[in-house]
């Protein structure tokens, strides 16, 4: 009796092992994880790449406006040095027609 049920025992476990064996099998799991791995890094890759593209528009863009800053900073600078000139121009004016007609009042 004894001899019958361990014999029935391992028949059970060779059936089991067996039909486990062929419902999951290692290989097919691993190479799946492989795959999906490959895809993560793909991914990841492409993301950076991604990223590093966006920054480099942004920092062009940074640039392109500090140029665009400095140029109208110049443009004003030299805008108010006309008008500054402009200004000493009519004083000077001004005064050269005050002495004059203060000279003819005078005569």
Do not use: C, I, Q, Y
């Not at 942004?58 to 140029?71: E, I, L, N, P």
């Amino acid at each position: 009796m004894k001899k019958l049920t361990l014999l029935a025992l391992l028949t059970a476990a060779t059936l089991t092992t067996a039909s486990a064996d062929s419902m999951f099998p290692m290989g097919d799991m691993m190479t799946d994880m492989t795959d999906a791995m490959k895809d993560m890094k793909t991914e990841m890759t492409d993301s950076m790449k991604d990223m590093k593209d966006d920054m480099k528009d942004g920092m062009d863009d940074v640039k392109d406006s500090a140029t665009d800053m400095k140029d109208s900073a110049s443009d004003m600078k030299d805008d108010a040095t006309d008008a500054a000139k402009d200004v000493k121009n009519d004083a000077k004016e001004t005064k050269k027609t005050a002495v004059t007609k203060s000279e003819d009042v005078a005569k």
